[in-house]
């Protein structure tokens, strides 16, 4: 009896899938239009331009909105501004307005949206998490930190209806593509106040000046853009239709890719041998860089504050090894400590300024040496002495890269460092105290130069809870930061650069690469390591179906 | 009875006041604030704090909680920033409902029947049949079990969509997966528990009274042996009906599940006394209902007391 | 012979005998006691037997295993990685070229240890509330229960990590940890039970011959309800071994490179599809585990079960 009640419920079953899979196919070849389907791994917590932090937002953003300038595979494109022009010292910039600027209601988009939208994000009453990122101009920073309280003091005014203007603190080299980002998108005085605290909350409570429109948001379950009407430039839109699900597991979304539901997918680690061997895989930067940070004041364990033993451990670690077993091989051993895809003058930063400070493999007889050093310093002499414990993520992952630097150090150097893992704001409580020996980090830069990763280390600065002080690396980011020719400045970022790797609380491990995989008929599609990613704006599906 | 579920009810509404204390302290021990991340910087933390009146005395904050909470206001999510608690479980509690009624169900008939067939055939191959089943349900956790299903009837079959949440199809393997471990706790107790009943008095009466096994079995064995399946289908139900992070998270469904995860992970205050006043009351009211079944099912226990 | 004299009662023919714990419950038998009996009665039964006896084999196999194989369980090594089971490696190899069979062995004292000692701390203190919440009813219950309502709702996570900081990483706080949340529904299943129980002919009868409560409710009315407790016992142990591996990654519980078949497989279900073995291995050794456990687990109901004594 249970046997033939088994076999009933899987017919049941089998009848039931057939008529959803016909239901499926039905649905799919009424769409004509050009429609690009992907996944994102969690829900947009925030699609107002001057709260929104997190990387699905700023695509999003990206499609939806448009500031001053729109940059598109790392060029700078006019986008709401048709011109612009900066004063000599490089402090004034001013911004003329296209005329053909719509909001999606039909309302000019003004320089007053502009003025409004950049004034909101350093209002402290807005409480912006980006709001750092308004620090370059005039004022800024005080009218954030409540120090003056009017914002007419604020160096940003729109002089007309179309033109704009930027007083900026010192010069700072890429301010043209810090305009594309999401927290100086222009925003509507009247619509922000009509919505409160909900403004932006769904998609009728919220007007769009970008290539798309957010027409349903289906919250945790998925984004409908379609094609903005108003938009300037129209033409150039190949797509009518994107469509952007929420799902969380890779496998899952790799499952709906191989399954015809999505278009582009990101390859879960497991799978991506084959599929580069099928020539399918293609690797991307996503900017953000993974290192050993070093806590140079903890009591009781002077061997962190010793360079020579920073570099014992940074030479003994076989980066080349350790991606290729916990990251399939996908991503960069980190051999310097400048992204190898930031800008320099002309050409990449690494490229004008080649360096190799730690070698891809491990080189265990430089480490022993280091070490050697290391110990004599600290009067220690045996490596046993050593303690100290690695903090790092609470994933089955993060467990898996912290055992291969913990048996990497076992070998190569006979020390037993141990494992410490914590949820994720547990962990950056305890680097925000300072109470752990050596942490596993990582950074993602906020724009296309060196410095949004050279100035982490600077004594004082808000992110440096190393304890690391050094006056030399402080004078020469100060220097970078204030001048006005480019060169000196790159030249001044290398010597700091070389001098972190030298005595700095940081190793660097790796730079990590995305693997992802895609229809032929997808075209036009960017992946960024900075800003926007992937970048779809572009993009055209012809062929699909 | 009218006295007792009375009665009752300002106990369950005690209840929920000091669960929601006890989490609105708790949840500030936990180390980290809302507004922790890797870019931000002291001052603009305070700003933070301040817009959403974290600067003040934790009791002046308690006082305001409560104070919204009966008027039924949760309050906005600090992660996402523009909504407000009500607003996400209004939208994502229908989801997980539907999932969860599903699951029920299915776990409650398939689990009672399995343990009745096992205990009527006790030791025999329908007993070990069920066992074995009910044996791999719970030594196979749902996130074994989803991305299974999802291969084999997705990826090899095409039978079904691997994926989110739009129509019947889409509902058959969450609603498995979701179940399993369940049918299996409900197929081991309610073998056990009529293993336990068959040798009660009351049935040895009823078998010297000449009834046919039959009725032994359904009038007697299967209505006394039932209650710790009704025990467990309390709590059971609270779950699932609340939502479940794993089996969403793989079937990608926009369910309350995650938010009780990320809330925590994120330290959205809010969030996380939201969910919890929210599957508290759902917890209360189900075991409240249980305890009530239980003088249905056996007139003897008399829970309103002495 | 009552009947026969029935409305002549008199005084005279009752004697107040007093309370006599020996003679309540003689045992008018050849004297064995209860446990040597259960032990007797458990080893006639095979299935119950084998159970036990994989138990026990799997318990020495996580003394020995390790030390069986050449290859230490924490040692990688790139060139061997993801290497499907072989004569050189027993398991297979995982993603960091580290030897399977010395990992599933180690993982099993993890597993094993916390599996049992959480299982049956979780019994023991479930038997203990449950029982005095349903005995007593009344006030009683409903404050027991109330209680365990708000434990079970305040969200698991937040206790988790407060743990965390208080008590650090291990094995103890990984215990406590899931023992915490772990009675709560043992104790419902209990307290159920014995409202039912208590309201039948036998615990009166008990009463009447002055048993003790704790009498009553250890003597009486558990045992009545053994199965269930048996059952509910086994069938939280997986969830014991699956939440270990939880637990370990948000840190609280045992240290890396130790690992547990709950952690072993959690990593192979990420990966299931394209290396199996890491995913088939530990799941197989959970679940004839649980097998085993079940088949014991009946096997005491019945070996411990008073009515079935002979």
Redesign the interface.
């Known amino acids: 009896m ?1 046997r033939k009640s088994v076999s009933f419920a899987l017919v049941l ?2 009848v ?6 016909c ?2 196919t039905g649905q799919q070849q009424q769409t004509k239009e050009k429609e690009l389907v992907f996944a994102i791994g ?2 947009v ?2 699609l ?1 331009p001057q ?1 929104a ?1 997190d990387t699905y937002a700023i695509m999003v953003g990206n499609a939806i909105f448009e500031g001053l300038v729109r940059v598109h595979d790392g060029k700078v494109e006019k986008g709401m501004a048709k011109d612009w022009k900066v004063s000599d010292d490089q402090k004034t910039w001013t911004f003329y307005l296209r005329e053909d600027a719509k909001w999606s209601d039909g309302k000019p988009v003004t320089a007053y949206d502009f003025e409004y939208a950049f004034k909101r994000l350093l209002d ?9 990122q308004g620090y370059y101009i005039v004022n800024g920073e005080k009218f ?2 409540g120090e003056i309280t009017d914002p007419s003091q604020v160096g940003v005014k729109a002089l007309d209806d179309k033109t704009l203007e930027i007083k900026l603190e010192n010069p700072v080299k890429y301010f043209e593509s810090l305009m594309n980002f999401i927290s100086f998108m222009p925003v509507r005085k009247d619509i922000v106040e009509q919505y409160g ?5 769904d998609a009728d409570k919220m007007v769009y000046n970008g290539p798309f429109i957010l027409k349903e948001w ?4 998925e984004l409908i853009l379609e094609k903005n009407p108003n938009y300037w430039n129209k033409d150039a839109i190949k797509l009518d239709r994107v469509r952007i ?5 890779t ?2 979304a790799y ?2 890719y ?2 015809g ?1 999505l278009d582009f997918v990101g390859i879960p680690p497991d799978f991506v041998e084959q599929l580069k061997a099928e020539g399918k895989a293609e690797f991307y930067y996503d900017g953000a860089e993974f290192y050993l940070q070093f806590n140079v004041k903890r009591p009781g364990k002077p061997w962190l504050a010793n360079e020579n033993f920073r570099k014992a451990v940074g030479f003994a670690i076989d980066r080349e090894d350790y991606i290729k077993a916990t990251m399939s091989g996908v991503s960069d051993p980190a051999t310097r400590y400048v992204l190898p895809l930031l800008a320099g003058l002309e050409k990449k930063f690494v490229e004008e300024y080649p360096y190799e400070f730690y070698p891809k493999k491990a080189d265990p007889e430089k480490a022993k040496e280091y070490l050697n050093k290391a110990m004599q310093e600290l009067g220690i002499s045996d490596p046993s002495q050593i303690k100290f414990e690695m903090l790092t993520d609470d994933s089955s992952r993060a467990k898996m890269m912290a055992e291969t630097i913990q048996d990497m150090l076992r070998k190569n150097l006979g020390i037993e460092m141990q494992i410490k893992q914590v ?4 962990r ?3 680097m ?1 105290k300072a109470d752990y020996d050596v942490v596993f980090a ?2 993602s830069p ?1 724009y296309d130069d060196p410095m949004t990763y050279l100035d982490l280390w600077v004594t004082g600065g ?2 440096n809870n190393t304890g690391w002080s050094n006056k030399e690396y402080d004078e020469l980011i100060k220097f970078a930061k204030t001048t006005s020719d480019y060169k000196a400045r790159a030249d001044k970022m290398f010597e700091a650069e070389k001098l972190l790797l030298e005595k700095g609380p940081i190793v660097p491990v790796y730079f990590r690469q995305r693997a992802w995989t895609k229809r032929e008929y997808v075209t036009g599609l960017v992946r960024n390591f900075v800003g926007a990613d992937p970048d779809f704006v572009y993009a055209d599906v012809e062929g699909k179906n | 009875m009218g006295r007792y579920i009375l009665n009752r009810l300002v ?1 369950s509404l ?2 929920a006041w ?2 929601v204390t ?2 609105f302290f ?2 500030r ?5 809302p ?10 933390k305070q ?2 704090m ?3 009146g974290f600067d003040k005395p934790l009791h002046i904050q308690y006082i305001r909680y409560i104070s919204n909470l009966l008027k039924g206001d949760l309050g ?1 999510s600090l ?5 407000t608690v009500n ?2 479980i209004r ?2 509690f229908p989801y997980s409902a539907d999932l969860g009624i599903r699951a029920v169900i299915f776990a409650s008939i398939v689990g009672i029947t399995l343990g009745i ?1 096992a205990a009527l055939n006790r ?1 025999k191959s ?1 007993d070990y ?4 089943i ?3 349900g ?4 749902s ?2 079990i989803g ?2 299903l ?2 084999v ?3 090899k ?9 739009k ?4 509902t ?1 393997m969450p609603t498995f997966a979701l179940s399993l471990g369940s049918i ?2 409900m197929a ?2 309610m ?3 009529m ?2 009943v068959v ?3 009351y049935i040895k009466t009823a078998k010297s009274k000449g009834l046919s096994p039959t009725q032994i079995v359904w009038k007697h064995q299967i209505r ?1 042996a039932i ?2 399946v ?3 289908l ?2 059971v139900t609270a779950t699932l009906l609340t939502g479940t992070f794993v089996v969403e ?4 469904i ?2 309350l599940g ?1 938010f ?3 809330g ?4 959205d205050y809010s969030m ?1 006394l939201g ?2 006043v929210f ?2 009351l759902f ?2 009211a189900a ?1 409240f209902i ?1 305890d009530i079944i ?1 003088g249905i099912i ?1 007139p ?4 309103a ?2 | 012979m009552m009947q026969n004299n029935a409305g002549e009662i008199s005084q005279e023919l009752f004697t107040h005998v007093g309370k006599n714990i020996e003679q309540m419950e003689a045992i008018a038998r050849p004297s064995i006691t209860y446990w040597q009996d259960a032990w007797r009665r458990l080893k006639q039964n095979k ?1 119950a037997m084998m159970g036990l006896i994989i138990i026990i084999l799997y318990t020495f196999m996580a003394i020995v295993g390790p030390y069986m194989t050449p290859y230490d369980y924490r040692t990688t090594n790139p060139s061997e990685i993801n290497q499907p089971p072989s004569a050189k490696h027993w398991f297979g190899t995982d993603t960091l070229g580290r030897d399977l069979w010395a990992r599933t062995w180690m993982g099993a004292r993890v597993s094993l240890m916390i599996g049992f000692v959480a299982a049956f701390l979780n019994a023991v203190i479930g038997v203990l509330v449950g029982g005095i919440s349903g005995y007593f ?3 009683v ?2 404050v027991i ?2 209680v365990v ?2 434990l ?4 698991y ?3 988790v ?2 743990m965390m ?1 208080v008590l650090g990483q291990g094995i103890m706080p990984l215990i406590v940890a899931l023992v915490v949340g772990g009675w709560l ?1 043992m104790a ?2 209990v ?3 014995i ?2 129980l208590k ?4 615990v009166l009868a008990a009463k009447v011959l002055g048993a003790s409560h704790a009498r009553i409710i250890f003597r009486h009315l558990i045992p ?5 407790i ?3 016992l ?2 939280s142990v ?2 014991a071994i ?1 939440s270990e591996a939880f637990l370990s990654f948000i840190g609280l519980g045992v240290v890396p490179p130790q690992s547990s078949w709950g952690q072993l ?2 990593y192979g ?1 990420q990966s ?2 394209v290396y199996p073995y890491q ?1 088939f291995i530990p ?1 197989f050794f ?2 004839t585990t ?2 085993s456990l ?1 088949l014991l687990g ?1 096997g005491l ?1 019945d070996a411990l ?1 008073p ?2 004594r002979s």
């Open positions: 249970l079953l089998l039931l899938g057939m008529v959803a899979g239901g499926q969690s829900e917590p925030s107002d709260k932090t402290p009453k807005t409480a912006s998490e980006y709001a750092y954030n930190k605290q909900e403004f932006a909350a289906k919250h945790e379950q699900l929420v799902v969380t597991e496998n899952t499952q709906m191989e399954n539901e949820p994720f704001k547990q950056l409580e305890l925000n990582g950074w906020d808000g992110h | 106990v005690i209840t000091v669960l006890i989490v708790l949840v021990l936990l180390p980290g604030d507004f922790t991340s890797e870019k931000i910087t002291p001052e603009i700003n933070m301040r817009y959403y906005y992660r996402y920033q523009n909504r607003e996400v939208q994502a067939i030791n329908l049949i069920s066992m074995f009910a044996i791999v719970i030594s196979v956790p996130f074994v991305p299974l999802q291969y009837f997705s990826i079959l095409k039978l079904l969509p691997v994926a989110q949440w129509g019947f199809a889409y058959i299996a706790l081991r107790l073998r056990a528990s293993l336990d040798n009660q008095d006394n209650l710790p009704v025990t467990v309390g709590p998270q793989i079937f990608a926009p369910g995650k009780y995860i990320i925590i992970q994120n330290l996380v969910m919890t599957y508290g917890l209360i075991n249980v239980y056996d003897r226990i008399r829970i007391g002495k | 299935v009813g009344g006030k219950d409903m229960m109330r309502d708000i079970y709702a305040i969200p996570m937040i206790i990590i407060l900081v529904g419902r299943l307290r159920g039970q409202l039912q309201e039948q002919e036998f009545n309800t053994l199965g269930v048996l059952v509910n086994t069938m997986p969830g699956f497989a959690a279900a299931f599809r995913l799941a959970i679940s649980m097998l079940n009946d109901r079960d009515r079935l």
